[in-house]
């Protein structure tokens, strides 16, 4: 299935901004961090479809997956 | 020792007073909040005799402790009309903190139409005549102030926007490299300018170090208190390389950054105006992607924007600023809302009751959507020289409404919404409604958790927990921002129990006392009922703790939200 990824901050650096990636369904988001190679202990926030989602969440044909460091700003 | 100075514009007076025993607790905001409570009437009109302006360091300030160099402002708030507390960095808050000055009480109103400054050194005040910097921006009149007093003394500064007593005008402080920091919100400029007062300049001679009660423990406190700032993510990295625009990418992937005027929840902009993208300007043009607004700073938020020739353009260059003209009124070009940026800074106007009111003038056709060029003429020619069409639009966002006959009008208690929307994001939506401060982001800022994964999750499209996590949040933030610490420490403190404890020993080892973390809580607590209780007393109601009626008509992309908590839910918030 074809998955939408945006990366955010330090995360580009090395990789991409955007990029559609082909994953077998039923992947979830932790299985296309170790594709990416970016350790989860990194990871802020992942949305899907721009809602909340927790690394264990299974994405779906055409999804995008957004994924950022810890940020923070106000 | 600590003193109370009290400065009357009346009959020109200064008076040094000791600290009451009721107040000897409290600082920064919680000391502003209590003298206003104490002396100002609360249905006195915010710009006439009775209304006063109070600045006060918070309890750490002046110490070594990292990132406690922050000063409140506290008023009856023109813009609202209800109690404000507005804090900022630069360098007059530990100058002031370390002059012995616990408070400095601003009272009455000439009975001339001269305008003045207002020296304090360590012997005192004296209160001038002011020729010279009348009509100047803030830049070029802190560049006059170095040069006739020091470099090195603090600089409280009214720019025009305050001379005309705008709504939309704030306080500026001096910064270490002679930039800006801002008490942006609430119109104080105007009860500034109301006492005719240009300037305060706090000479540094003779400042002393803080009286420490347990040194030992405090120096033990202080730094585990700085490894938890530079060891947490947020406080310690990400921070200091995006700086707070970061944010415009997360709210966007999140959908709830507000854009086109309130209208959906994501902008098209978002790129261009990223923390990415300001990041990558910065290191191409040779700006600075860190930068303090106070000394003793380990965050550093703050960046130096520098233009493609290289040359500054601006600093201390906020996600909200660029939020609210990126998205919200659509500006594309990051360089022309670094303008505006400065010009608001120079004119010292409040970069997100300016920026949001520009998303209403655009909807009621004053100016085309995305004008960045019609936005800088604006600033200038209109707001800066105070031609009607300027004296309209600098009297904020819902003046501005009002004026034009718009039903879209995002603000509560008359106070500019910031850069979340409320429909999705609902919990910012409660703390909107209900601080006292009127629509105020820092207030409880529940973005941590509903979006940031800090401090837990709670999910922004229900209304589970919202209310406990706005409460929670605000009465935390109301013990913070009287600490004197800049509320990014809250990342790490929402993370790790030990952060907070840290702080509070901190503050019992500075002052030789005992307090627990329940007593920190209920200083956060005893804060907002007092400020609240201003609030009703100026005839505000549980009905003003409400958002406007088009969030609960209109549905915004890409959730389809609303805004959907009732009244008496919203009341609730008050139940503690």
Redesign the interface.
């Known amino acids: 299935m074809q998955i939408q990824v ?1 990366l ?3 995360f ?1 650096i090395g990789r991409f ?1 955007e990029q559609t990636r082909d994953y077998p369904p039923g992947t979830r988001i932790s299985k296309v961090l170790e594709d990416l190679e970016i350790d989860e202990s ?1 990871i ?2 992942a ?1 899907i ?4 989602a927790t690394l264990d969440r299974e994405l779906h044909e055409g999804a995008r997956l ?1 994924i ?7 | 020792m600590h003193k109370i100075l009290r400065i009357n514009m009346s009959d020109l007076s200064v008076k040094t007073e000791e600290v009451p025993v009721a107040w000897a607790g409290y600082g920064g905001r919680a000391l502003t909040s209590t003298i206003v409570a104490a002396e100002v009437p609360p249905t006195c009109h915010p710009l006439g005799p009775n209304n006063k302006l109070v600045f006060a360091p918070g309890l750490l300030t002046g110490t070594v402790a990292s990132n406690s160099g922050r000063l409140s402002v506290g008023s009856k708030s023109p813009l609202t009309g209800g109690i404000k507390e507005s804090n900022a960095g630069g360098t007059s808050a530990q100058i002031i903190a370390k002059l012995g000055i616990k408070a400095l009480i601003i009272e009455g109103l000439p009975a001339d139409d001269k305008w003045r400054g207002i020296y304090i050194d360590k012997d005192g005040a004296r209160i001038e005549e002011e020729t010279e910097l009348i009509g100047m921006g803030n830049f070029a009149a802190v560049q006059v102030l170095n040069n006739r007093i020091s470099k090195s003394a603090g600089v409280i500064i009214l720019g025009p926007a305050g001379e005309m007593k705008m709504l939309t005008s704030n306080i500026s402080v001096k910064d270490p490299d002679s930039h800006l920091r801002s008490h942006g919100r609430g119109g104080l400029g105007a009860v500034m300018g109301s006492k005719k007062i240009k300037f305060i300049a706090i000479d540094p001679t003779g400042a002393q170090p803080m009286k420490i009660a347990d040194p030992v423990k405090f120096k033990a406190a202080g730094m585990a208190f700085t490894k938890f700032l530079l060891n947490h ?3 310690g990295q ?2 200091k ?7 415009v ?2 709210l966007n ?3 709830g950054l507000p854009t086109h005027n309130f209208t959906t929840g ?1 902008s098209l902009n978002a ?1 261009s105006i990223s ?2 993208t300001m990041y990558a300007n910065i290191i191409k043009r040779e700006g600075k992607p860190s930068h303090g607004c106070h000394p003793g700073c380990v965050i550093q ?1 703050s960046q130096v924007y520098n233009d493609a020739e290289g040359k500054y353009l601006t600093s201390g260059f906020e ?1 909200e600023t660029i939020w609210a003209l990126g998205a919200n009124a659509d500006v594309k070009d990051l360089d022309q809302i670094a303008k505006a940026d400065y010009i608001m800074d120079d004119l010292g106007l409040d970069s997100i009751e300016t920026s949001v009111m520009f998303g209403v003038a655009m909807e009621a056709g004053v100016l085309h959507w995305g004008d960045g060029t019609e936005i800088i003429r604006i600033l200038k020619d209109e707001i800066g020289k105070g031609t009607p069409l300027g004296r309209v639009l600098g009297a904020g966002t819902g003046a501005v409404g009002r004026a034009y006959g718009v039903t879209r009008v995002p603000v509560v208690k008359n106070q500019a919404i910031p850069a979340y929307d409320p429909r999705s994001v609902k919990g910012i939506g409660i703390t909107y409604a209900t601080t006292p401060m009127g629509a105020d ?2 207030a409880g ?1 529940t ?2 958790t509903n ?4 401090g837990g ?1 709670v ?3 229900k209304k589970e927990g919202q209310i406990d996590l706005s409460r929670n949040l605000q009465i935390a933030t109301a013990a913070v921002d009287s600490t004197g610490m800049c ?2 420490i809250a ?1 790490p403190v929402l993370d790790d129990a030990a952060c907070l404890q840290a702080l509070i020993d901190l503050i019992n080892a500075r002052y030789g006392i005992a307090l627990t973390g329940d007593d920190v809580v209920g200083l956060g607590k005893y804060v907002l009922k007092t400020e609240h209780q201003f609030n009703l007393d100026a005839g505000f109601t549980n009905k003003d703790d409400r958002l406007p009626e088009f969030f609960t008509l209109e549905r915004l992309a ?2 389809n939200a609303i805004w959907d908590f009732t009244g008496p839910e919203i009341d609730t918030f008050w139940n503690f």
């Open positions: 945006r955010y901050a330090t580009r901004n990194l802020g926030t949305f479809d721009f809602k909340y957004g950022f460091p810890k940020v923070g700003g106000g | 993510p947020v406080s990400g921070l390389t995006y700086g707070t625009d970061i944010l990418n997360v992937e999140a959908g994501q790129e923390g990415e938020c996600y982001h820092t800022y973005i941590a979006i940031l994964g800090v999750h999910d922004p499209l509320l990014f990342f890409p959730h």
